[in-house]
């Protein structure tokens, strides 16, 4: 019903900045929330910023408060990620997820998003 596709993903040494975009394409488009989680080789996808569609509410994981910040366009259904002052540990590949019922709070876990994108590849040299 709906598909999420991140663009923006490449490479950057470390100190500097990136923006990557998620755009949803589908008949109908009203998520709770949209987050942006990262997978580095080896590890466990984790949480790394979601905001509130409608209220404008966001939160971020402590690695990266101050650094990053989540915006989102609902004209265009498209999420952002603007991402400075990035670090090595910061690579990751970075993914897009939508969660289209209904939360209270903002998720946390990539199970409670039920919609994900394909993923675009950040990599921070040192």
């Known amino acids: 019903q709906v598909q999420l596709v991140e663009s923006g993903g490449g490479w950057v040494q470390a100190g500097g900045s990136l923006r990557v975009s998620c755009a949803a394409s589908?008949?109908?488009?009203?998520?709770?929330?949209m987050a942006w989680f990262r997978q580095a080789p080896g590890k466990e996808r984790e949480f790394v910023a979601a905001?509130?569609?409608?209220?404008?509410?966001?939160r971020y994981a402590d690695g990266v408060k101050g650094r990053f910040t989540i915006s989102r366009d609902n004209a265009k259904n498209t999420v952002y990620l603007q991402m400075n002052s990035l670090k090595p540990e910061d690579t990751a590949v970075y993914y897009c997820?939508?969660?289209?019922?209904?939360?209270?709070?903002?998720?946390?876990?990539?199970?409670?998003?039920?919609?994900w994108g394909q993923g675009t590849q950040v990599t921070v040299s040192s």
């Open positions: 905001i509130n569609w409608s209220t404008d509410v966001t």
């Open positions: 997820a939508a969660r289209t019922y209904y939360s209270t709070t903002p998720r946390l876990s990539p199970n409670e998003y039920d919609y």
């Open positions: 589908g008949r109908t488009f009203s998520p709770y929330f």
